[in-house]
């Protein structure tokens, strides 16, 4: 497959809380998953579910801080099932500090 989108956002999710024994997939503190816009490997699909609303708030130039956060790129949530917690983190990617978008010309050529 050959994506066409140039992705402005990557997104890196962390373990927070959480043992292998109470997870189905077998999550557990310390655990990281960095993307753009799949699913990585070897995250639960029933957390991408939610996860994915979250990213999208991003994409669509919105931030955490209308749900409550003090940081516009990070929050913490929990899995559907609620035994494991999650720390988000949105980074820029083609963006500037401020999560704006950089001009055409700014951005790298694939």
Request: charged share 25%; hydrophobic share 35%; net charge negative.
């Amino acid at each position: 497959m050959r994506a066409w989108v140039v992705e402005d956002w990557k997104f890196e999710l962390t373990v927070i809380e959480g043992k292998a024994s109470n997870c189905r997939v077998g999550l557990e503190t310390g655990d990281v998953f960095s993307f753009s816009y799949a699913c990585p490997d070897g995250m639960c699909p029933r957390v991408m579910t939610e996860l994915f609303t979250w990213c999208e708030v991003i994409r669509c130039g919105g931030d955490f801080t209308y749900r409550g956060m003090t940081e516009k790129y990070e929050m913490d949530l929990s899995c559907p099932c609620g035994s494991i917690r999650f720390h988000l983190k949105a980074i820029p990617i083609n963006r500037d500090e401020n999560g704006n978008a950089l001009p055409n010309f700014a951005r790298p050529m694939n």
